[in-house]
């Protein structure tokens, strides 16, 4: 049942179960491809990302997990890694020198002018305050910064998958009920996720909300869309600990099938490989 997850995070970053711990819970809910994604240094500290320092012990962590369960699972080392600016990003050297699986590229943070950084993927409260501080209460102003962000981020390009696309429209919404609906909104991410698609760059399926609130990222609505301009996407849960490596998988899994996907990408002997779903 596609069994298979490459979004975790892990204490080498702000997970909360070791990346052996994570292996083991895969294992024993028989999963048959599982990836390591921890949240990439960045140039300043952040309560959420890895320390640069680390990132060998990281790399060597994984490739001891290949090795030690490579008779019962497929395991694999990825990233998940900001797109701050032009110099700061998936494409950079830094992070395209570092052996690894696979990279997804993701935006947390905007920054607002030279040396002053947002952290947007955050609780509403912050969120709130951060419209009303630094866009004058004009949430439809933020968005739009954080689309031409997300836009820049997938021409610059350097990764497989596009971490939880359109993550930032429920806060939006929240602030300013119905935002995400705006015609101007909608042919944006149309745009976005065509662009996406062009560059034969992978669609996260993020189901880490799904139980919680009913969300997915993208949102719901648009995996019809997606469909038909050929997305493929991954099916990840953006686990943060080893009780959540399952968490909505197969809820997304039945969606992606109610809106025309027979198939999800998945990765086997070191590649990408499309796989049928099977809901049986």
């Known amino acids: 049942m596609n069994l298979t997850n490459y979004h975790s995070h892990s204490t080498f970053c702000d997970g909360r179960s070791s990346m052996e711990e994570m292996v083991q819970a895969a294992i024993a809910q028989g999963f048959v491809s599982y990836g390591f994604s921890s949240h990439a240094p960045l140039p300043f500290h952040t309560r959420w990302n ?3 320092s680390n990132m060998n012990a ?9 090795d030690k369960y490579s008779d019962q699972i497929e395991l694999y080392c990825g990233l998940e890694i900001d797109f701050l600016d032009d110099n700061y990003n998936s494409a950079s050297e830094i992070f395209q020198s570092i052996n690894l699986d696979y990279r997804i590229g993701s935006l947390h943070t905007i920054v607002i002018e030279p040396g002053y950084i947002l952290e947007i993927d955050c609780k509403y409260e912050r969120f709130k305050e951060i419209v009303d501080e630094y866009f004058n209460g004009d949430a439809e102003a933020i968005l ?28 939006a919404d929240m602030y300013c009920k119905g935002l995400s609906s705006k015609k101007w909104y909608v042919e944006a991410m149309k745009e976005y996720f065509s662009l996406i698609v062009s560059k034969g760059i992978m669609i996260e399926m993020n189901t880490k909300k799904y139980v919680e609130t009913g969300l997915f990222f993208p949102d719901a609505s648009w995996y019809k869309f997606l469909n038909s301009i050929g997305a493929k996407i991954v099916v990840n849960s953006d686990s943060h600990s080893c009780d959540k490596i399952n968490s909505g998988r197969i809820d997304g899994l039945r969606h992606l099938v ?13 590649q990408w490989t499309e796989v049928a779903i099977d809901l049986s």
């Open 58 to 66: 990281y790399v060597a962590e994984a490739k001891r997990l290949k």
């Open 50 to 52: 890895m320390d640069s």
């Open 144 to 171: 739009r910064v954080y689309v031409e962000r997300l836009m820049r981020m997938v021409e610059i390009g350097g990764f497989d998958i596009v971490g939880h696309a359109d993550k930032m429209h429920y806060l």
């Open 258 to 270: 109610s809106c025309g996907y027979k198939s999800v990408m998945e990765m086997h002997d070191g």
